[in-house]
């Protein structure tokens, strides 16, 4: 069903918002196979797929007329996981139904639940909410779901991991059997297919999520950093793209509020999305993305749903993933609708096995780049600056009188000059990575004095875990509190890591590492008693020796053509199984 089989209020509301014609899922939804069946629909973020729920309903909602009914007891429910996605989706209903005379309202956590429960008793035909909140309403009897016509279960896969089955559950068997159940996953897990096969009749199983990558518009790379350069390359990331929306994701609200204070402080317009921030916090940052205010969004995975930010290009992964399937859902942020973007992941050395396992499982095939380097970040602004100043403007009389007065003072070339100084003044700074291109730490490539009298230290990780100069000297001065000047010769076999400090700051250094020890560490750092040469011939003549029990000793005279042992008589020669007869003792 093109838009134009629409009934009039949805079509001139389409019509009005430039949608020329429908998305891939909106067509799918509109399919006369689709009408007033159940649907599983699986759709790449960003697709249109609100819009697409929103049209499926229509029928249910308006019965062939042009306005809505008189507003009593919802006639349809959309459950979100997140606050974010429920405002959302709300917003976007109200301008697709605008024209219909829809009442539509917003249940939330975070929210006023008391001014909830007054706009349901005051009628409605659309109930948007997240779980939690709107099985309280229904539990409370202030959300009455008899006559419900069409349920829709967005992003039912994030609802699952979130732990909202039970929610779920309580609220679709409060609902007519008679109903129609959309649900949109960007997955399938079991769960959800055993959640639609409970509450679905005869779905239509609809799919239009490229069966090669995640998502098709973004440009995903990766890219291995020692874990002590992780926030520089976050910094270079950001000056490198100058995205004029990025999203970074952390694991923790400990690591968001961390990394948000950083940047901060570096001179970076950002806010902070994390569950410790309010709704009106909330709000108040989506709305500094979305003004310009603010250019940069740290996040927990809390934010990995429900935000539309038109503008955001760049996603960064500052902690990996858990798994592939959180992997996408954050990097859908961006790439959305046909746009294209770039999801980058922060791998530490250690970990670059684990991540080329996940992007396989995933069938991404991400890129494997270099964090950008100082000099990138200055050759790309330089091309910036010549590309916004090089580009045609129109100046008012009043700019090129400034002009001409500024040219009877200055020269042409200081003007240049000061122009480009005032434009690298407002950039932040790049940040010089420890773990750059090098060939290794200094101590690989020449003796250097201070290191006549050293002690050495070994740690449990070698060639078989990765281990490369690059990363292990940050985590050595990470770890033991010292500069790299103060780290010698590294020596990586096998299984272990070997490497040297000054004696003079042996002591302080193991105190350091001891302290700084954590009970997840995958890293074991302790000292060596006596230098390396030494401990590593001892390790070949341990290897030298047999770690079996010796075997029984055998006679060479059992063996064909041996002579007797020394001292021992010798026995005739004889074939195991051969039978020979026992001597008569009687006798």
């Not at 055993?194 to 239509?204: G, I, V």
Request: positive net charge; glycine residues 8%.
């Amino acid at each position: 069903m093109p838009f134009s089989q629409l009934p009039p209020a949805l079509g001139a509301a389409v019509a009005a918002r430039g949608y020329a014609a429908p998305t891939p899922v909106q067509a799918a939804v509109l399919e006369a196979a689709a009408q007033g069946r159940d649907l599983v629909v699986s759709a790449q973020t960003g697709s249109g797929k609100t819009v697409a729920f929103g049209l499926a309903i229509a029928a249910e909602l308006l019965g062939g007329e042009d306005r809505m009914p008189h507003a009593g007891a919802p006639l349809a429910l959309v459950i979100a996981p997140t606050r974010e996605l429920a405002l959302q989706v709300s917003r976007e209903l109200e301008w697709l139904y605008e024209q219909t005379g829809a009442r539509i309202a917003t249940c939330v956590g975070g929210m006023d639940a008391s001014r909830e429960r007054r706009m349901l008793a005051q009628g409605t035909h659309i109930v948007v909410g997240t779980p939690g909140r709107l099985r309280d309403h229904v539990e409370r009897g202030a959300l009455q779901l008899s006559s419900l016509r069409a349920a829709v279960l967005d992003e039912a896969d994030e609802m699952l991991d979130m732990g909202f089955r039970e929610d779920l559950e309580a609220i679709l068997d409060a609902t007519p059997p008679e109903r129609r159940t959309l649900l949109f996953s960007a997955t399938m897990p079991a769960p959800i297919v055993a959640l639609a096969r409970r509450y679905q009749r005869d779905a239509l199983r609809i799919s239009t999520v490229s069966e090669e990558r995640g998502h098709g518009d973004i440009d995903y790379q990766a890219m291995a950093v020692a874990p002590a350069d992780i926030e520089n390359a976050v910094v270079n990331l950001l000056r490198f793209h100058e995205a004029e929306t990025a999203m970074l994701f952390c694991a923790t609200r400990d690591n968001v509020r961390r990394l948000h204070a950083s940047l901060t402080e570096r001179g970076f317009a950002v806010v902070a999305l994390s569950g410790e921030h309010s709704q009106n916090e909330r709000n108040h940052a989506l709305q500094a993305l979305r003004d310009r205010r603010a250019r940069v969004c740290v996040a927990t995975d809390v934010a990995a749903r429900g935000i539309d930010l038109p503008s955001l290009s760049l996603v960064v992964h500052v902690e990996i993933p858990r798994d592939a399937e959180t992997l996408q859902h954050r990097s859908g942020r961006t790439g959305r609708a046909g746009k294209k973007g770039t999801a980058v992941l922060i791998v530490p050395y250690p970990r670059r096995k684990r991540v080329e396992a996940m992007l396989r499982g995933a069938r991404i095939p991400a890129q494997w780049v270099q964090a950008p380097s100082a000099a990138d970040i200055r050759t790309a602004d330089n091309d910036r600056m010549m590309a916004a100043l090089l580009a045609p403007v129109e100046a008012s009389e009043e700019d090129r009188a400034l002009a001409a007065r500024l040219l009877t003072e200055r020269s042409a070339e200081d003007i240049a000059a000061a122009l480009v100084q005032i434009h690298r003044a407002r950039l932040p700074e790049p940040e010089d990575m420890m773990s750059g291109n090098d060939s290794g730490p200094p101590a690989q490539r020449e003796p250097r004095a201070g290191f006549e009298q050293s002690t050495w230290f070994r740690v449990n990780i070698g060639r078989a875990h990765n281990a490369d100069p690059r990363w292990m000297l940050p985590l050595l001065c990470r770890r033991g509190h010292v500069s790299r000047t103060e780290i010698g010769a590294i020596r990586i076999t096998g299984d272990e890591t070997l490497f040297e400090v000054p004696a003079a700051i042996a002591g302080r250094f193991h105190d350091a590492v001891r302290r700084t020890a954590e009970d997840a560490d995958e890293f074991e750092i302790t000292m060596v008693d006596g230098k390396p040469r030494d401990d590593a011939r001892r390790q070949r003549r341990d290897n030298a020796r047999p770690t079996h029990a010796p075997k029984p000793y055998r006679h060479p005279a059992r063996g064909e053509g041996a002579g007797p042992g020394p001292g021992k008589p010798a026995k005739p020669p004889h074939r195991k199984g051969t039978w020979r007869a026992k001597p008569d003792r009687a006798k």
